[in-house]
């Protein structure tokens, strides 16, 4: 799997949108990007995925750029209760192989009031 | 509906003690993983079912560890002769298995101390 990078930690404003980046310039063709986040004391609950198109679900949408070296995660509103860590992972399709998730170190989101 | 669970969700332990902890899947997801979380660490996988076989063990951290699932539902993390640096939250998640795209989801975990 691909290794990717992102920022120990970001601030955001409570309201604002949260953007949070991350690097996987090594991402092969068949390698899609996964989000995760981990609130704290809590297991890591599943945020979006995307290939190459930009996605959005009720959660956030999920940037990825035109040569998928690098993404961007977007909370549009953030609340309080976004402050988590949240993992950037590159991984391949499940009936590839290994399905297990490779998780880095995470950007440590605080959400300031 | 109901998510993933597991038990115990605290786990205290001598060292040399052998542990159970237990994992239920989402009913109808075929595919399983463990993985733990040492303190203010990322997680590390364990190990991946797919129904009752496990075809990615690499995980596994030393022959003290070994993993069953049965009837392709629950599983059973089994640490023999516990050490202390095996102190962890030990995750499990399972996903819809065969092919395709699916995100997993996790349980709460459960933690353990081995003192």
């Known amino acids: 799997d691909a290794k990717t990078t992102q920022p120990p930690s970001m601030d955001c404003a409570e309201g604002r949108a949260a953007n949070l980046p991350c690097n996987h310039s090594t991402i092969s063709g068949n390698e899609y990007v996964y989000w995760y986040r981990q609130i704290h004391s809590q297991g890591p609950q599943y945020i979006i995925h995307?290939?190459?198109n930009n996605e959005t679900n009720e959660m956030a949408s999920l940037i990825i750029t035109e040569d998928r070296k690098s993404s961007t995660l977007i909370l549009p509103h953030a609340t309080l209760r976004d402050t988590a860590v949240y993992y950037c992972?590159?991984?391949?399709?499940?009936?590839?192989?290994?399905?297990?998730?490779?998780f880095g170190s995470g950007t440590r989101l605080q959400v300031q009031p | 509906g109901a998510g993933v669970s597991q038990s115990p969700s605290n786990k205290v332990t001598e060292k040399g003690k052998d542990v159970e902890l237990r994992c239920d899947p989402i009913s109808g997801h075929t595919a399983l993983y463990w993985y733990r979380q040492s303190l203010g660490q990322g997680l590390e996988f364990l190990i991946y079912f797919q129904g009752n076989s496990a075809p990615d063990k690499s995980g596994l951290p030393s022959d003290r560890f070994s993993a069953e699932r049965t009837g392709g539902s629950v599983s059973t993390l089994t640490i023999q002769r516990t050490q202390q640096e095996d102190s962890a939250v030990y995750l499990c998640?399972?996903?819809?298995?065969?092919?395709?795209?699916?995100?997993?989801?996790f349980g709460p975990g459960t933690r353990l101390t081995v003192t």
């Open positions: 992972i590159v991984s391949g399709r499940p009936d590839t192989g290994r399905r297990a998730l490779t």
């Open positions: 998640a399972s996903s819809l298995g065969a092919s395709g795209l699916y995100e997993q989801y």
């Open positions: 995307g290939l190459k």
